[in-house]
């Protein structure tokens, strides 16, 4: 019990300092095989955070959403911790950046589990119009000791008009003696000279004997004088 309460205050703690005014937060804590559950949405120039532990077979979810508008800024952030139970994390942040503005969208899950299920999904969107430039990083973490941990990422950026896209997604599931599996997607796109550029990694660790699953795909696309790149890295470790 100590060792997962303490993980989802560490996590609190360490989020809390990208906190700013306006904010959306919700924190949930179950004991004794109850069920948790935290939501947080924050709309506008604001961000959200969502954290939800349980203890002794119990469940937890974290969702987070984020939306920024009028050029501003999206964050979102989503933890879940669970002790022989369940931990699921759900993240997303949509940013839009127009005539000469700037959209920022950062996601990030993290779910951690003792002898249970891990998931976290984390999805980040930036749209970058007239000279605009967005910037799309998504992160998503599952770690799971005797279990199974998910861990899912996508960041897509679009830019037009001269705008620039960046995509950033990264996904990394550890599971000792246990099953991994780490599923990434990055795409930009840019048109009528714009730029786009996505970048993919995923990092997959499992136990002895055991599977250890990483997909990932980036992809860059330019139509009109525009111009793109894109890469791409998988790991897989079964130790």
Sequence with gaps: MKRTLFIASGFTILLSSLAHAGE??????ASNGGSASATATATGNSSSLAVA???????????????????????????AAADRGLAVSNSRA???GTFGGSAIADSESVAVTIGGVAISNSEALARGRLFGHADSRSIATSTSIFGRAISNSQAV????????????????????FG??????????????????????IGVSISGPSRRAESRVHAEGRAYRFGQSRSTAAMVRIER
């Design 179 to 200: 099953d991994s599996v780490s599923d990434v997607r990055a795409i930009s796109g840019a048109e009528l000279f714009g730029r786009a550029s996505a970048d993919g």
């Design 157 to 176: 950026s679009d830019g037009v008009l001269g705008g620039v896209a960046t995509s950033v997604s990264d996904a990394y599931s550890d599971a000792l």
């Design 94 to 96: 949509d940013a839009r």
């Design 24 to 29: 959306a937060r919700s924190i949930s804590i």
């Design 53 to 79: 532990g349980a203890t002794n077979g119990g469940r937890a979810i974290a969702n987070s959403d984020a939306i920024g508008t009028r050029n501003g800024r999206a964050d979102s952030r989503a933890i």
